[in-house]
């Protein structure tokens, strides 16, 4: 049986109101439960740390259910609409003999619990161990079902299909939203860039994993790999370039699909009519100044014309 933790997968598997069901303070005979929203109370639990999984986490008043299954796939268990920091332990079997699955501290939203188990089938058991993070404890909610998949559903965007180079949606400076990258399909754009110019790509909305690679033309050298919310670039190639910019879906992410979007600008570079100081050419070593004691102002750099000084510095000087 393989396991799994999918960050915030219990907002797409909520649904109903939640049944009062405490779990029992000790995992000798836990509660029997089947799929739902169980509301319950650690305030009164006594028991603690009774089972440790994985990660040794310490369970302060934990409680524990049994979980039989009455569906087969990935199955869910999480803690969202829980008033405190909770803890989750899922392990294989019906009582404290139970062997350990996954635990989990803080994987769903802010300080709450999230695990999947894949692979499940109709009557596997399971004990779950619900306790707090430190002195935690209060009402929470222990929610258990069935993991549905975010990108079952998705559609394309209105750009496809723009699958590959030879198809990129061509693109002008501004604004892209609603945009969406189901993996293995990504998404490219090409846009114009003059000679000496700077374009710079921003994510503005990424709602799981979007990455994004860039060429300087199709089929040619590939100047940014993997990037993560955005990069810049300086076309120093003396002649005007369409941008090959592709956007995908990260394969190791939570699940294989982002709503993303982006803005996009081209601008001329701003040290391009910077003026050389005084000293130059003093490019490199070759060429470095021959400096005195004193002061210099008024001098200047850029980020391709570096300034190069000599100093003689005499025996035992500082």
Known sequence: MKKSVLLGAASVMLAGTAVAQNGTDTCTTPTAVGEGSFAFDTTTMVGSQEMTCLSGYAFNQDMFWVYTATVAGDIVFDTEGSSFDTQLGIYSGTDCSATCVDDDDDSGTGLLSSITVTGVNIGDQFVVQVGGFGSG??????????????????????????????????????????????????????????????????????????????????????????????????????????????????????????????????????????????????????????????????LAVTGTDKDHYAFCVADGAT
Do not use: H, K, R
Not at 243 to 262: H, K, M, N, P, R
Not at 272 to 277: E, K, N, Q, Y
């Open 137 to 298: 404890a209060g009402p929470g909610i222990l929610n258990i079902a069935p993991f549905v998949d975010p990108c079952a559903g998705a559609v394309d965007d209105a750009f496809e299909d723009n699958d590959d180079c030879t198809t990129a949606t061509v693109i002008t400076p501004g604004s892209y939203t609603g945009l969406t990258v189901i993996d293995p399909d990504a998404d490219f754009f090409s846009i114009n860039v003059p000679a000496g110019d700077i374009l710079t790509f921003t994510e503005t909305f990424d709602s799981n994993d979007t990455d994004s690679n860039a060429y300087d033309a199709c089929g040619g050298t590939q100047f940014v790999t993997g990037a993560l919310g955005g990069f810049t670039y300086q076309n120093l190639s003396g002649s005007a370039q369409d941008v090959i910019i592709e956007a995908y879906q990260w394969t190791g992410a939570d699940f294989l699909c982002s709503d993303y979007s982006f803005d996009v600008s081209v601008d001329p570079d701003p040290c391009a009519a910077f003026p050389d100081d005084s000293f130059e050419d003093n490019d490199d070593c070759a060429t470095a100044t021959p400096m005195a004691d004193g002061t210099y102002t008024g």
